[in-house]
């Protein structure tokens, strides 16, 4: 039996003209607004950040702000040396590092050479979480765990100090340096390791002088996320390092970081257009300027220098 | 090169050998301090906390005696700011990522869009709590709300679901998308009814990783000027709020032992949560990899 057969309407049918192209082109422009947003929020940033910061530098002089030592806005004496800040900002960042980045790199090489599959596949989720604990968390941790503990070794420490917060926060680091690491050292391939057991080597041997080299433009990068990721922490310092900016290199004592000094704004009551109200914008553009840098050369450093073996 | 002695070979070797095993301990000692340190915290959190957690802590608004103190408007604080900064980070991130893997391909937006959303997802959290605080508190006034924390929020876990999005859409094979073109289907239709069903679990996983990060953010919100005493549930998308988050940490800033204990009670709920929701990615992940891996 013949079947009806219903020809499709072919050319500029009823189905495909401008009933059909004008959704299309609308959804089209709806989708690109969107992405455009994400553009948006960056030139947000800068905008709120700089128009309050010049308000600011209107009154405090820049050189003032970028050589001055002390910091006390809140006083009734105030000065503007936001290095007392960044000295904080610097202390915790390396300390947290000097933390992180050894055990970050040899659990990233243990996880990459050393652990059989099985080991690796359940030790690697594990550690990641580490990196998604709240950070309110960790500065709990730091002020009531193992702030009590570093005074019990010394009578020397403060309750408030960097020493607690940097050791916690270098934990809170750590999966983030051994995670990108690993992922690095994985995709050293694996004929370049052959060779070198080949030649004799042991795995130390293979581990340090054949996968890190070849690996060290990821190993590189994840280490500067890390520094700009220890920068821009702030529960943790506000929460266990003090509020009591110091331009000062010891760990022992209360300091305050650039966040930590946001934050203690932001809890107060200071009026917005006041200069304590503006110079949150200026030590926020300041961050927002050093962790730029600090993510934009982890992504030259990987485009830069990555060893190609294909 | 130099040919050494046999014995002196030997010693190398062992020496070698040796240095071996003390790198292998030492690799092995960092992964072991890493999970200690996690079990440590965990550990701790619960001596201190669980005995904290009861019906109601769970059920009572914070007060000035430990005792009575629970996180009843936290808890709620923290479920509305969420949603908010969940259905307006999908939708957004979707049609971001929607935009910039199938209509952009590699035109120069889309590389810059890219690079940005790179960078953005770099951007200290509290510098997005001072944006919300000018863009959402005071440019368009809606005050210290739900709305504008939930905004904030959405802003600072935008890059998240943008990446999850893309690599999910990505991953759909080109095929389906030809199959359907050869059928005469538009570009939309294509995305529709190929794209979206099909990397929807990759995107589901990307919106919940982004949601447990909102959920666990306390600097952007105080920046933002959320509150840190709340005796009252926010009953509209205007009112005022804290959240979790935040309650734990003025808990934790306050001496008395027995507000220390409600904050390690509080931590616990907040990392139940937090547990819940990423097992459910971890679950939905291992699902779509099996789809077509397996």
């Known amino acids: ?310 | 090169m130099s040919v050494i002695s046999q014995s002196e070979f030997q010693r190398r070797r062992a020496r070698r050998k040796w240095m071996g095993r003390a790198f292998f301990g030492l690799c092995l000692l960092s992964v072991t301090i890493a999970l200690g340190m996690l079990a440590l915290l965990l550990v701790y959190l619960l001596i201190q906390g669980a005995t904290g957690i009861d019906w109601s802590f769970l059920t009572s608004f914070a007060s000035r005696h430990p005792d009575k103190a629970g996180i009843k408007a936290a808890m709620l604080g923290s479920i509305y700011v969420v949603i908010v900064a969940g259905v307006v980070s999908f939708t957004l991130g979707v049609a971001t990522a929607l935009y910039l893997e199938e209509y952009a391909g590699r035109s120069k937006f889309a590389k810059i869009a890219k690079i940005n959303i790179a960078n953005l997802a770099g951007v200290p959290s509290i510098v997005y709590g001072i944006l919300g605080l000018q863009i959402f508190v005071h440019s368009l006034h809606l005050g210290k709300s739900v709305l504008a924390g939930g905004f904030t929020l959405a802003l600072l876990v935008l890059p998240i679901v943008i990446v999850a999005a893309g690599e999910a859409v990505r991953a759909v094979p080109p095929s389906l998308r030809e199959g359907s073109y050869a059928l005469g289907a538009t570009r939309w239709q294509v995305i529709w009814h190929m794209v979206i069903p099909q990397a929807f679990p990759g995107i589901l996983t990307g919106v919940i990783l982004a949601v447990s990060r909102a959920i666990g953010e306390t600097a952007p919100l105080i920046a933002m000027g959320a509150l840190t005493f709340v005796p009252f549930t926010p009953d509209s998308p205007l009112s005022r709020f804290t959240v979790l988050p935040i309650q734990i940490f003025n808990w934790t800033s306050r001496p008395q032992a027995g507000f220390q204990e409600a904050a390690a009670a509080g931590i616990i709920v907040l990392l139940v949560i937090l547990l819940v929701m990423n097992a459910g990615a971890v679950i939905l992940r291992n699902r779509f990899q099996n789809k077509w891996e397996g």
Do not use: H
């Open chain 1, 1 to 310: 039996m013949a079947r009806d057969v219903v020809s499709p309407p072919l050319g500029r049918g009823s189905r495909s003209g401008w009933k059909r192209k004008l959704p299309e082109q609308a959804i089209a422009v709806v989708l690109f607004l969107s992405s455009s947003l994400s553009i948006l929020i960056t030139v947000g940033i800068v905008a709120v950040l700089l128009f309050e910061a010049i308000t600011f530098f209107a009154d405090v002089s820049l050189w003032e702000f970028i050589t001055g030592t002390r910091w006390t806005p809140l006083f009734s004496s105030k000065q503007f040396g936001v290095l007392a800040l960044v000295a904080g900002t610097t202390l915790t960042a390396v300390l947290a590092m000097a933390v992180a980045l050894p055990l970050g790199l040899l659990s990233a090489i243990y996880l990459s050479e050393y652990a059989p599959d099985g080991i690796r596949r359940l030790v690697k989720p594990i550690l990641e979480v580490l990196a998604g604990i709240p950070t309110v968390v960790y500065g709990y941790f730091a002020l009531l765990f193992v702030t009590p503990i570093l005074r019990g070794i010394s009578g020397d420490i403060a309750v408030f100090n960097a020493l607690s917060a940097s050791i916690v926060m270098g934990i809170m680091i750590l999966p983030m340096v051994s995670s990108l690491s690993e992922d690095a050292m994985r995709s050293v391939p694996r004929n370049l390791r052959e060779a070198a057991y080949a030649l004799g080597s042991t795995k130390l041997e293979v581990s340090t002088l054949v996968v890190v080299p070849a690996a060290l433009s990821g190993i590189m990068s994840a280490f500067i996320l890390a520094v700009s990721r220890a920068i821009g922490e702030t529960m943790i310092v506000t929460i266990a390092a003090g509020q009591n900016p110091s331009f000062t290199l010891n760990p022992f004592i209360p300091i305050e970081t650039m966040t930590a000094y946001i934050v203690q704004v932001s809890q107060g009551d200071a009026p917005a257009g006041s200069i304590e109200f503006k110079t949150i914008f200026a030590v926020a553009l300041l961050l927002f300027v050093i962790t730029l840098v600090m993510n934009l050369l982890s992504q030259y450093v990987v485009s830069r220098f990555r060893e190609e073996y294909e």
